[in-house]
């Protein structure tokens, strides 16, 4: 498809369990985030990815919290021992680059830690 | 650390009244979004504003930033029920050198017929 595309959808699991959130952007955009949203937080930013660079992980709340991005495309958030404050929207966007400015959002994955 | 407010954070309106929602941030930035999220659904880009004196105008929505006062607003003209929606400004965390966006809380914007 055209446009950021985000797996799965929903997700519901118990607290302890670890969770991969799948990202896939635009094609031949260079440049991918991570961001949560949740309803005690609002939109936060959590993670940065630009072409070969090291990522800007400034917003990642926890050493739980990890992603990583292979050949330069499709990108996995990893969320180990989840817990109930885990549960939000994380939507991925991308960009053409650090110079291009729109972000482009996917649906997001609703992630529920019962 | 920056901090962007929005208000109002609720904002119902009739069909064919005019209202500003305001976006406030606390440091120096030129780059300013506005982003439109319906229930459910992810952000659809409206605005990005990158200069002082910036304004762009979308159908009945009209944006605008000053980055002296360190505000923008967005402006809605005779609403009407499709514009239903929450609205987000945002801004680049580190006035334009990053691509990390720090949100205001959203306006949910309700435009009764």
């Known amino acids: 498809g055209a446009g950021v595309s985000q797996s799965p959808s929903n997700k519901v699991t118990e607290k302890g369990k670890d969770v991969e959130l799948r990202c896939d952007p635009i094609s031949g955009h260079t440049a991918l985030y991570w961001y949560r949203q949740s309803l005690g937080q609002g939109l936060e930013f959590l993670i940065y990815f630009q072409g070969n660079s090291a990522p800007d992980k400034s917003g990642l709340p926890s050493d739980r919290f990890s992603a990583e991005r292979t050949g330069g495309s499709v990108s996995t958030l990893t969320i180990q021992r989840t817990q109930q404050e885990d549960s939000a929207v994380y939507l991925c966007a991308s960009s053409l680059g650090p110079l291009r400015v729109i972000q482009y959002f996917g649906a997001g994955t609703r992630l529920s830690v019962l | 650390e920056l901090k962007v407010e929005q208000n109002p954070l609720f904002l119902s309106m009739q069909e064919g009244k005019n209202y500003t929602i305001y976006c406030n941030y606390s440091?120096?930035?030129?780059?300013l979004y506005w982003y439109r999220q319906d229930p459910g659904k992810s952000l659809e880009s409206l605005f990005v504003?990158?200069?002082?004196?910036a304004v762009k105008q979308e159908g009945r929505l009209m944006a605008s930033l000053d980055t002296k006062a360190r505000l923008s607003t967005l402006h809605i003209t005779a609403a009407v029920h499709d514009l239903s929606a929450t609205y987000f400004c945002a801004v680049d965390a580190a006035g334009g050198a990053t691509n990390k966006l720090i949100f205001g809380t959203g306006t949910l914007l309700a435009v009764q017929p």
């Open positions: 440091t120096t930035s030129d780059r």
């Open positions: 504003l990158l200069s002082n004196g």
